[in-house]
């Protein structure tokens, strides 16, 4: 009974503004902490948004709001930015802050802009989806290398 308490006050919180969905094959929780830990093929889903993942750490406010996602593990996502530009990629690991919409991406990092033809591969990324921005830094050894699918010349 506590654990469907927990998770309807959870997910409740989430419905404000979309519903948040988060399936796993395990789940634990702490009230007190407000850390939520779901194990084992975890997936999100908020409107258009997705990401999966073997491990991903909730962390909420004293109002059991979420104030951030670590996904570790396997991690894969799509993601719309507020101005409807898509993306989809995987990463190592993912920090995603709700309270600003901004995802921080971590080892092997490849990120596609589906609409615009982009890629982004690095080891640290960092995507801000309200201002529909975009930072990386290479690995110590290795650039960051962006790619741009360009139209073929007509002769």
């Known amino acids: 009974m506590k654990f469907l308490t927990i998770m309807t006050i959870f997910l409740a919180s989430a419905l404000i503004s979309q519903e948040l969905k988060i399936k796993a094959n395990q789940f634990n929780a702490d009230e007190k902490t407000g850390i ?3 194990k084992g093929e975890v997936n ?10 073997t491990k991903v750490t909730v962390y ?5 709001q979420p104030t951030k996602y670590i996904a570790e593990g396997n991690v894969s996502f799509n993601i ?3 101005k409807g530009s ?3 990629g995987v990463a190592g690991k993912v920090i995603y802050l709700p309270t600003i919409k901004e995802y921080h991406f971590f080892t092997d ?20 989806t309200i201002e529909g921005k975009a930072y990386a830094k290479g690995a ?11 139209p073929e010349e007509k002769e």
Not at 60 to 64: A, E, S, Y
Request: no cysteine; glycine share 4%.
């Open 60 to 64: 909420t406010d004293t109002q059991h």
């Open 109 to 128: 990092v490849h990120l596609k802009q589906i609409d615009e033809r982009k890629e982004i591969i690095g080891d640290e990324v960092v995507l801000k």
């Open 44 to 53: 999100i889903v908020k409107g258009n948004d997705e990401l999966n993942a």
């Open 140 to 150: 110590t050894k290795e650039p960051v290398i962006m790619i741009f699918k360009m």
């Open 36 to 38: 939520s830990i779901f």
């Open 80 to 82: 719309e930015t507020k």
């Open 86 to 88: 898509l993306y989809e």
